[in-house]
Structure formats: C-alpha cells, structure tokens
C-alpha cells in the first residue's frame, strides 16, 4: 500500500507553493484524499525537498496512520475532519504574506474586483481564532469548510478546498492575489467592483 503516484503529487505540490512564496520553508500542510486514506505533508521537514516517501497515509474514518515516516503535521486532524464533512479531494493550508495579513485585520478581502477571483473563491470568509493544532480549531474549521472553499484562519493563515490538488493550489494562488489587489487598492478612492447583476452571472457558471 504505497500509494506512490498521491502521495508524490502532495510532495510536488507543497514544493510549488514554496517556490510560489506561498508558504516558509517548514511552514503549511497539503493533503489530499483517495477513497478512505488521505495523504499529508510530515512536520517539521524542509517543504521544498519532499519526496513521496516523506508523506504520510492516514485513514480518514479512523485517523489511524497507515504509514508515517516523520512527525505527523500537528494539522492533520483539521485536514481530517473537512474529509469527514465535505466532499473535496484536496486541502491546501499555507500562510501567503497578504491573506496572512488579512487573517488578522478586521477588514474583507474583495473578490469583487477580478471576475476570476469571485468565480474560484465566491466569498473569503474569516475563521475565528482557535489555538493551532487542536480540536478545538480543526472543528470549526471543518464547519466553515461546508460552505465556503477559501478560508482565512484568524491570526494563523489561509486554508483552500478542491477537488483536486490543482484546484486546492490554484485557490490559494487567486486568494493572495486578492488580498494583494485589496491591499494595494486601499491607495485609491474607490475600485470599480463588479456589479450585482455581473456577480449573478459569474456564479452560474461554476
């Protein structure tokens, strides 16, 4: 039971997000679920030279690790539990400058600036703040993960869903990007939004 084409695909993945200046070289998580076995990046390894052996197999409905070389990521469970509650295949969970930076401001990202934003992200909505690695965290988490594919987790980072890791990946890259336009546009008086009627159209496309 290797697994070997999944799990270096999340080694890959999480490599990308530190090149992309996405995530710090031991900071982050990626995972991604195969019928009952998810697969995560370990804790505490150099994010940007990970192989397929470094990633862990995890039983999703019991949590019991089917192989783990290094420590498990303290994220698992939060990993875990969006499995159990949600439908998606994918989880990327990183900390992006500008998202990380909205995370604790009390002010919204605006996906109403760039049509793709609002196609692949709809509404950022903000996680309150739990201690990370716990329960207590992974449960709300998990909550907000039902309804909303990009989340910002309060004082901590961002979290994207997919039903795959492409989409996972793509979510984040669009989510820091949007907090970078937001950011930057607070230079300006006003930004030309999308309208309501535009909005309406761009959401029944997905």
């Given at each position: 039971?290797?697994f070997k084409?999944?799990r270096a695909l999340v080694a890959?993945?999480?490599?990308?997000l530190?090149?992309?200046?996405?995530t710090t070289a031991?900071?982050g998580?990626?995972?991604?679920?195969?019928?009952d076995?998810?697969?995560?990046?370990?804790?505490?390894?150099?994010?940007?030279?990970?192989?397929?052996?470094d990633?862990?197999i995890?039983n999703?409905?019991?949590?019991?690790?089917?192989?783990t070389?290094?420590k498990?990521?303290?994220?698992?469970?939060?990993?875990r539990?969006?499995?159990l509650?949600?439908d998606?295949?994918?989880?990327?969970h990183s900390?992006?400058?500008?998202?990380?930076l909205?995370?604790?401001?009390?002010?919204?990202?605006?996906?109403?600036?760039?049509?793709?934003?609002?196609y692949?992200?709809n509404e950022v909505?903000k996680v309150?703040y739990?201690l990370?690695g716990?329960?207590?965290l992974?449960d709300?988490?998990?909550d907000?993960?039902k309804?909303?594919?990009?989340?910002l987790l309060?004082?901590?980072g961002a979290?994207?869903?997919?039903?795959t890791?492409l989409?996972a990946?793509?979510?984040?890259e669009v989510?820091?990007?949007?907090a970078?336009?937001t950011y930057?546009?607070?230079?300006?008086?006003?930004t030309?939004d999308?309208s309501?009627?535009n909005?309406?159209?761009i959401?029944?496309?997905r």
């Amino acid at each position: 039971m290797e697994f070997k084409e999944e799990r270096a695909l999340v080694a890959s993945t999480m490599g990308r997000l530190y090149k992309r200046g996405l995530t710090t070289a031991t900071g982050g998580n990626v995972s991604m679920r195969s019928g009952d076995y998810m697969f995560i990046t370990p804790s505490g390894k150099d994010k940007d030279s990970l192989t397929f052996e470094d990633i862990a197999i995890l039983n999703v409905k019991t949590g019991e690790q089917i192989i783990t070389s290094y420590k498990l990521s303290i994220e698992s469970e939060m990993h875990r539990e969006i499995y159990l509650k949600t439908d998606v295949c994918a989880v990327v969970h990183s900390h992006p400058t500008f998202a990380s930076l909205f995370s604790a401001l009390d002010e919204k990202i605006d996906t109403h600036i760039i049509a793709e934003t609002y196609y692949l992200l709809n509404e950022v909505v903000k996680v309150p703040y739990e201690l990370m690695g716990t329960k207590a965290l992974a449960d709300k988490v998990s909550d907000y993960a039902k309804s909303s594919c990009a989340l910002l987790l309060e004082n901590h980072g961002a979290l994207t869903i997919g039903k795959t890791l492409l989409s996972a990946f793509d979510r984040m890259e669009v989510l820091e990007q949007s907090a970078k336009l937001t950011y930057l546009a607070r230079g300006f008086a006003k930004t030309n939004d999308i309208s309501g009627d535009n909005l309406t159209a761009i959401a029944l496309m997905r």
